[in-house]
């Protein structure tokens, strides 16, 4: 039976880290929402009173009659299935703890739009987002890229990859990360290449994987847009 990844229809989102390992291995899903009746067939998971196995919010997987949640514990089931995941057990706690770095990560990408609510429309706080956006470029992209370069660069295996010597669902997440980042703040990431060389290389590598090449040119990728987590609003974006 095919995967079933669950997410908001017409989102890249969270969801887009689960779609990237699961393109990449060529695996056979269904992405539920974006068929005839999937939104109805989510919220009944979300809403069931009888499910054993209850997600909080999605993304979730589905896989036979197992549910795993978040993006993170989603990536961590899927990567030795989908050959995304060091062999060495040590370091698939490893890729794990990067991938919850980059759920912190994009959490606070998400709270450049939305600083006071996520029941507040963008309109009704975007003076606080303009605030919240200035210290985000200023400080927490530096830090986090900054972190995530010497990843590469300190990985014993050599600076093609995040975590062992082979590709992992990291370096997939990775590369959406460059890739949100540029599309919501183009004026703050235009320097990325020369402030970031060893994660431009990754990036530029895995968009040229043949698996990764073709889902990008396909309708089953989703456009950024300013429904998701990554939102190009040019009042929120400087250089940096």
Known sequence: MPYELYYWDGLQGRGEFVRLALEEAGADYVDVTREANGMAAMMRFLKSRT????????P???DGDLIVSH???ILLYLGPKLGLAPEQESLRFIANGLQLTITDFVAEVHDTHHPLSTNLYYEDQKEAAKQRSADFIEHRIPKFMGYFERVLEQNPDGRKHAVGSQLSYVDLSLFQIFEGLRYAFPRATKRFSE???ALTALHDAVGQR???RKYL????RLDFN???VFRH???LDQDS
């Not at 499910?51 to 999605?58: G, H, L, R, T």
């Open 51 to 58: 499910e054993s196995q209850i997600p909080f919010a999605p």
């Open 60 to 62: 979730f997987l589905k």
């Open 233 to 235: 609003y040019p009042e």
């Open 71 to 73: 993006v993170a514990n």
């Open 195 to 197: 402030q970031y060389p």
């Open 217 to 220: 040119a396909s309708d089953r």
């Open 226 to 228: 300013e429904s998701g």
């Open 210 to 212: 043949p698996n990764i």
